[in-house]
């Protein structure tokens, strides 16, 4: 080869290279968001899917006042050991976290992914203490053994900093199982509305949480009015975004026909005035503690309801505030809520696209 054509060939090489360079550095400083890479592993025929992005948690001071709320424990014996062996605290070292739930039949399972700052090396010898290591369909999958049931945990590095967990065999089916399109595209949308949030559970609606409705919840609150119109929902969301020291929580409920949400609509309102009226009741603010009646009143005042028309589907939404005030005041019983007025309707407030 003569003088020019290395010359040329030198001067090519170095502009793939350059191209190759810049390509890999610009892919990795937008990067993929980590949340959508982990909610991309959620199964898509999940009944419901929580996530938390604890890094992001734990940068807002509402953080500092759950833990104060928080009852303190201390760690057991079995914890205390795998942190010692393994290095890993979750407090800390736990970015985060997407967790699915799947029913299969009569049971439910865990399925979840976590990122972290993991040691992979300790982690793994620690599981092969009392576990096994095999390799299924590619992967190297780990199986623990748990004392209170038959049932295994399973897990596997799907990289260093990254693993998905299963209180079950099954995790490498779990894992190359195909998506379908329409269930994936469902789920995504759904994220996507809820991407500035960082903790946030997505439920795709059954008879589970309208029972628990139908059965009474704590406090002697029963409404079959309001089980029946939950019943018709086909999506919820929750969704917390830490607002200084206090959490703001949405609570959406969707469904595909207009009536229902809108009925749904004037049950919240009229549920927040009579909550509200009940506060002011002389014989419950003589039992009742003025802080802890304070607190209630501040968050049902934050509270607000609105419909959302997104053309194919119609929601509910409601949002309020969580204070500290409120999470001092949880400590005691919630003051019993009257059961919802069964004819009565109440003004709904206007109709908004999103």
Do not use: C
């Amino acid at each position: 080869m003569n003088k020019q054509r290395l010359t040329g060939a030198i001067v090519a090489v170095v502009v793939v290279g350059a191209i190759v360079l810049f390509g890999y550095y610009r892919w990795r400083g937008s990067g993929v968001d980590p949340r959508i890479d982990i909610l991309a592993n959620m199964p898509s025929d999940a009944s419901a899917v929580l996530f938390v992005d604890l890094d992001g948690l734990r940068r807002s001071p509402f953080l500092a006042e759950l833990y104060k709320w928080a009852p303190q424990t201390t760690a057991d014996a079995d914890y205390t050991q795998f942190l010692q062996a393994t290095g890993f605290n979750y407090e800390s070292d736990l970015e985060r976290v997407g967790i699915a739930l799947l029913k299969r039949g009569q049971d439910t399972f865990v399925f979840a992914v976590a990122e972290g700052r993991f040691d992979r090396n300790k982690i793994s010898a620690y599981a092969l203490q009392t576990g096994t290591r095999e390799n299924r369909a590619g992967r190297e999958i780990f199986s623990l053994p748990r004392s209170s049931t038959a049932r295994r945990i399973t897990f596997t590095f799907l990289r260093n900093d990254r693993m998905a967990l299963m209180n079950s065999d099954g995790l490498e089916s779990l894992l190359s199982q195909k998506h379908s399109d329409i269930d994936a595209q469902a789920w995504r949308e759904r994220f996507r509305r809820l991407a500035g949030s960082p903790v946030f559970a997505v439920i795709r609606q059954d008879a589970g949480a309208s029972a628990a409705l139908g059965a009474g919840a704590a406090g002697g609150f029963h409404s079959p009015q309001l089980s029946a119109l939950v019943d018709q929902l086909q999506w919820i969301t929750v969704a917390g975004k830490p607002d200084a020291d206090r959490l703001r929580v949405v609570v959406e409920g969707e469904g595909s026909a207009d009536a229902p949400t809108r009925q749904l609509s004037d049950v919240v309102n009229g549920l927040l005035v009579l909550a509200q009226a009940g506060l002011g009741d002389p014989k419950l603010r003589q039992k009742l503690p003025a802080e802890e009646r304070e607190a209630y009143l501040e968050m049902l005042k934050s509270a607000d309801v609105s419909q959302i028309d997104r053309g194919e589907t119609k929601s509910v939404r409601l949002i309020f505030d969580v204070t500290p005030k409120f999470l001092d005041a949880a400590r005691a019983a919630l003051p019993v809520a009257p059961a919802v007025p069964q004819t009565k309707r109440f003004p709904n407030k206007s109709t908004v696209r999103n």
